[in-house]
């Protein structure tokens, strides 16, 4: 049985963080012989930032044609506008060469923003500043708190204690006068697109047990050394760039927050949490067809996206 039933069309491969989305695209890459990566992961755009975001090989990169990565400083704020930008001139590039796009996705918001026609919201900088100010005084919640006032819907989309996320959609709320959950599909939309998307599902406890793995691997690859080599350029990490699984943890632990097992424990607790919101995300959207994993999702998925 294939499940890629329009065999023209770009292929998205999603899932949660240690899944195997990676593995399982790379693999329909060199079997399919006529295609190409983008991934889409809002921290694979830094660069530098390699093993904790856990990019592709130079070895997969010199194989297969990768996109969607390297494309800023970790200096910068990279928004969801870059990346669609980026990405979008990235696909019809990949088009243009009669090659298939296959994306893989781990950024829920960033893939809504190719799959689907969004309204990006603008940006109000001295509103942002005056929030984060009341955030230092106040707490992530009580701007949370404010949010499920004014924007119900975006406040049950997001935790109270995630404040990057609860800043933006008061500071949009509030400068634009239009709810947050307003702009683009308001994500509760799924009318049909051009896409084929193969979600990966593993049992949670198998799924953790992966992200632990991964987390003590990517530490013996060196990851507490390239954050030390981050945070020792100038200009500095962007709040966006501290804030990537592994190097907020790092970076308090070299501050002198935590010890080195105290920080390690706390990103792999974080990593599973983000893997289950992750799958929150992705499980709303009634166009993926999700396949459940029990052992290789190399094995168990690629042939699936191959006519018999």
């Not at 893939?111 to 106040?138: C, H, I, N, Q, Y």
Request: proline share 8%.
């Amino acid at each position: 049985m294939c499940i890629r039933d329009r065999v023209s069309t770009p292929l998205v491969i999603l899932g949660p963080t240690a899944s195997g989305k990676s593995d399982v695209a790379m693999a329909f890459a060199l079997r399919h012989g006529a295609a190409e990566i983008l991934a889409v992961d809002s921290m694979q755009v830094y660069r530098r930032m390699n093993i904790g975001t856990a990019k592709p090989s130079a070895a997969d990169r010199g194989a297969v044609a990768h996109h969607g990565i390297d494309l800023a400083e970790p200096s910068t704020d990279f928004a969801v506008t870059h990346f669609e930008r980026a990405a979008r001139e990235a696909m019809a590039q990949i088009s243009r060469r009669g090659a298939l796009p296959v994306l893989v996705a781990g950024t829920g918001l960033y893939l809504r923003s190719l799959t689907d026609p969004m309204e990006v919201p603008g940006r109000w900088p001295e509103l942002r500043a005056a929030l984060e100010e009341r955030a230092a005084r106040e707490g992530s919640p009580a701007l949370h708190a404010e949010l499920v006032a004014l924007d119900p819907i975006a406040a049950a989309r997001m935790e109270p204690t995630n404040l990057r996320r609860v800043t933006r959609a008061l500071e949009v709320t509030l400068g634009s006068g239009r709810p947050f959950s307003s702009f683009g599909p308001g994500l509760d939309q799924y009318p049909p697109v051009p896409f084929v998307q193969v979600g990966l599902q593993w049992p949670r406890p198998v799924l953790a047990e992966r992200i632990a793995a991964r987390v003590h691997r990517m530490m013996a690859q060196g990851l507490l050394a390239e954050v030390e080599s981050l945070l020792a350029e100038s200009p500095p990490m962007s709040r966006t760039a501290r804030q990537a699984l592994g190097y907020k943890e790092l970076i308090a632990h070299l501050e002198g927050t935590w010890s080195l097992d105290e920080a390690v424990a706390a990103i792999i607790v974080r990593t599973r949490q983000f893997a289950v919101r992750q799958e929150r995300w992705f499980r709303r959207d009634p166009r993926i067809r999700w396949v459940h994993i029990e052992h290789d999702p190399v094995a168990e998925i690629v042939p699936l996206l191959f006519p018999s």
